[in-house]
């Protein structure tokens, strides 16, 4: 990425609804998926809404490749046909008069195509995402899944440069969401714009965002490369967030995978779904000993304990060594095993206890 | 289908309840059976045929078409004002607008003798620029239909508006579609169920408005004598013939309760 790249997005939003004072910076460069996550109520999808132009803004700006659509110091206020930003709403708002075809060819029409263009494009775009067969669907025929893609493949078709994805996955189970994120990795393969992803799902954020920016109270309390925010959160919010260890790593055999960079091998209970792998597990579930264990754990190491941080229910442990995670321990462990910078420390996560997902 | 739980629950209810509401039934049905027991059975085919009825029909079922095209014409952009706006006078205008369900019809028809008349505010200028005249005319009972109806399309198309929402209009914003397509292919497919209930409410109304029309369009043969002045005329002359009128009227009333039974005869 050259230094003299213009961000697609390029936001600072500030209004406020309700008793929430929102003010929010965000840059999204190209190809690049921004997440933004934050509890409920932090102003998230108020945000989204003030990019896509549903809702004016108090102060502040957003530019979009450079060109400011909105700007209330000198009057500016682009109208939502006139920025090129996709959304995909929470509750996928597909029009429930017009079949799957018709919905994606919509917004093409709206641009200006013939009636059987857009809808012979709406079918390609139907294709790409597997529901070639689903064309004549109506919405409320739709699983949700289907209605997901078909959202997508409409927001898609007008070639946006920002897309918004207001919590995608919000209506799976968690059972659905992996195979939903895999999907959507793909469906976005081909998308050089920038995306901007708002989930309460930390896995959406790990497995797809390459940066993450927390939105806590309207405000952004943290923002970085999502390793960064992973290995340092700085909020009670951040910490809970992230309370999952994320590594890298590829498929050595069907059980074993070799973490990148440190090369040490971790072993899975159930096989790994792809050659490259996020491996996830809870910082609670990992173990740490004054001794080696013995017994049934199947990953064990040597460590070093990096920082010690945390409060009088909860300390947060941060381990150096072959495998980076952070293990979650009570303040009494930290006093009997005497974890403070620097210690020597055995670390065990069980197989059970890590979960795979493709990269 | 019955509903045993429901039947089993009705079943508790006090002993005068019951009574009262059987006085209701009998209250709503006793003038209909009133109706049917003096109709002339045997020269019914006969009285359809008198020009009186056949003449009356036709008008009437034209001018309460005429009168719903009318409303549909400018109640339903009234409407979306109404539920999408945010003028300063919105609550003011909803007043306006359900005036006329609530003024009294002939004085409806006289303010509009006053508006549209030979010499009225509106109708004076307009008499002498193009020669047009309203009152006493078909296109009067037209008028005076659509303002005593209006506010039936305008309520029921508002609340179909309010109904379904922003939310795929905002679908459509992002997508590129400017207002009008958002209104011609998301906005307006929404409320179609409540542009139908309202248009016929609408012409149920107009079917049967008496007091405006007479006002403002009197009561000529052929021109502006619609049902009711004709069956009010009939019955003053003792004849057999209003009652007819009467029950063609109800048959037309109850033809039109069909499109509205999902919403109001469930089962």
Redesign the interface.
Known sequence: MSAAAVPVLDARVGLTVGALAVDATLRADPGEVLALVGPNGAGKTTVLRAI???AGLAHGHVRLDGAVVADPAAGVHA???A?R???V?Q?R?L????DARDNVA??L???GRSRADARAEAERWLSRFGLGARADARPHELSGGEAQAVALA??LA?EPRLLLLDEPFSALDVQRRSEARAALLAQLADFDGAVVLVTHDPLDALVLAERIVILEGGRVTQEGATVEVVARPRSRYAADLVGVNLLVGARIDAHRAAVEGTGAVLTVAEPLPADDVVLTCRAQAVALFAERPVGSPRNVWAATVGAVEGDRDRVRVRLDGPVPVTAEVTPAAVAELGLRPGAPVWAAIKAAELAATPR | MSRPSRARAGSHAPLPLWALAVVGVCFLALPLVALLQRAPWRGLGDHLREPVVTEALRLSLVTATGATVLCLLVGVPLAWVLARSSLPGLPLLRALVTLPMVLPPVVGGAALLYALGRRGLVGGPLHDATGLLLPYSAWGVVVANAFVALPFVVLSVEAGLRTVGTDHEEAAATLGADGWLVLRRVTLPAVVPSVATGAVLAWARALGEFGASVTFAGNLEGRTRTMPLAIYLELQSGRETAIVLSLVLVAVSLLVLVPLRDRWLPG
């Open positions: 896509a132009g549903l109208p939502p046909q920025r930003v996709g959304v709403f509750d708002r029009f429930p008069a017009l919509f917004g029409q709206a641009r409409r927001a007008v």
